[in-house]
Every structure is written in C-alpha cells, then in structure tokens.
C-alpha cells in the first residue's frame, strides 16, 4: 500500500476561512517536508519539519511521529493561496531519498 | 538567484532518440536527485548521487541513466526514448536528511 496518504485530496474554501491538510504515514520518519506547487510550477519547500511545530506566516506545520501524521494548517486563506500541496518523507534510512505523497489540491475562491 | 536551474526547460524528442536533462545547483549540496511528476502517481525517484562521481538507482530508474561529473552537475540520460517517458522532470540537490530544494522542472515530450 502507499506509504504516505494525504487527505483530503482536494479542498475548496473561500477566501478567509481556515484549511487542515493531513498527511498520514505507514513507515518510520527520518524527516517531513511539506512544499507547495502552482500549476505547471516548480515545487516550493514551505517547511521541513520532522518533528514538533513550525510556523511561518499564515502556515503552520505540526508533525507528531508516533502518531505518525503530519498537518499543515493554513489560516485566513487568501487566494494566491490555490494549488497543490505536497508532504513528502524521508523513511527512516537517512539516504536523503523522498516518498511524496499525491497532494492535495486547493482553491481559495474569493 | 535560482540556485537550481534546468536545461532545456521543454523539449521535444522522438521515439529511440537520445535525450540529455541537466541540473545545476549553486548550493554546494552533496546530494541531488531526478525526480519525474505523472497524474495519478506523483513524484517518484529516478536516479539519485551522493557526490561527484556517483549514481545511485532510485524507485523507478528503468530506461534512465545518470552522470554527476561535478558537484554542481547532474544530468538525466535518455538513451533510447519511449513515449512512456513523457513527463515532468524535477532536479534537487539536499544535503544529507535535510531540506531538499527543486529546480524549474523540464517537461518531456516523446512522439
């Protein structure tokens, strides 16, 4: 089965309101990074975060590994926001080597 | 400045042509990695090096060679292309389980 599952696999919201994005995961973590990408864009690391909270801006990341999940909560979302966002780990092996999940699609209307 | 970059950012080749990729990456990183980008699989590791001089296999490396002549370069080799290799290429270097950083991308074409 897959190793990394994100949920939900789309989200619409209007501009404003507050999004969970999940990413749940079957292995041991080494690391968690989560990372953003437009359409036909290039990927955009957000946060590498394998254990514990970050935040940055409007985003924050939670990662709890022996519940093993990772979230990114976006609060207030804002258009610019739309696109699809990706969480990808490193099993625990420390080769650097990245399972990505399938992402989740969001679109912030206004 | 980018400090991942890609040549050629789209190209189109034919069925049994060669096809070269190259990644350049200005962080000093050890590691850097070919990743292609399908729907309804995502990202998934192709090829993958440690240092100059290195190539490992990743996930999925059938039909693709690699060449990392120099810390900065890492190129993505076609040597017989197919149609199935259509896709979005993505370069990245990182340094051992840290922070991975992704080039532009290059989109493939096989006829």
């Known amino acids: 089965g897959q190793q990394v599952q994100q949920s939900p696999a789309s989200l619409v919201l209007q501009e404003g309101e507050n999004a969970e994005l999940q990413c749940n995961f079957s292995?041991?973590?080494?690391?968690m990074q989560w990372f953003y990408q437009r359409p036909g864009g290039s990927l955009v690391s957000l946060f590498y975060?394998?254990?514990g909270t970050k935040h940055s801006g409007r985003l924050t990341s939670t990662t709890v590994i022996k519940e093993r999940r990772s979230s990114l909560h976006i609060s207030s979302s804002q258009t610019t926001d739309s696109g699809t966002y990706l969480c990808?780990?490193?099993?625990?092996?420390?080769?650097?080597?990245?399972?990505f999940g399938h992402g989740t699609i969001l679109r912030v209307h206004p | 400045e980018a400090a991942v970059t890609q040549s050629p950012r789209n190209k189109v080749a034919v069925t049994g042509g060669k096809v070269t990729l190259s990644c350049n990456q200005t962080?000093?990183?050890?590691?850097m990695y070919w990743y292609r980008q399908d729907t309804g699989h995502g990202l998934r590791l192709i090829h993958y090096?440690?240092?100059?001089?290195?190539?490992e296999k990743g996930d999925i490396p059938d039909g693709y060679k690699a060449s990392r002549p120099s810390q900065e370069n890492f190129s993505l080799i076609l040597e017989l292309a197919t149609p199935s290799q259509t896709s979005v290429y993505f370069c990245?270097?990182?340094?051992?389980?840290?922070?991975?950083?992704f080039g532009p991308g290059t989109r493939l074409t096989v006829l």
């Open positions: 990245a270097s990182g340094e051992g389980s840290y922070e991975q950083y």
């Open positions: 990808a780990l490193e099993p625990g092996a420390n080769t650097g080597k990245l399972t």
């Open positions: 962080n000093n990183h050890n590691n």
């Open positions: 975060n394998p254990s």
């Open positions: 090096s440690y240092g100059a001089g290195s190539t």
């Open positions: 292995t041991s973590l080494n690391s």
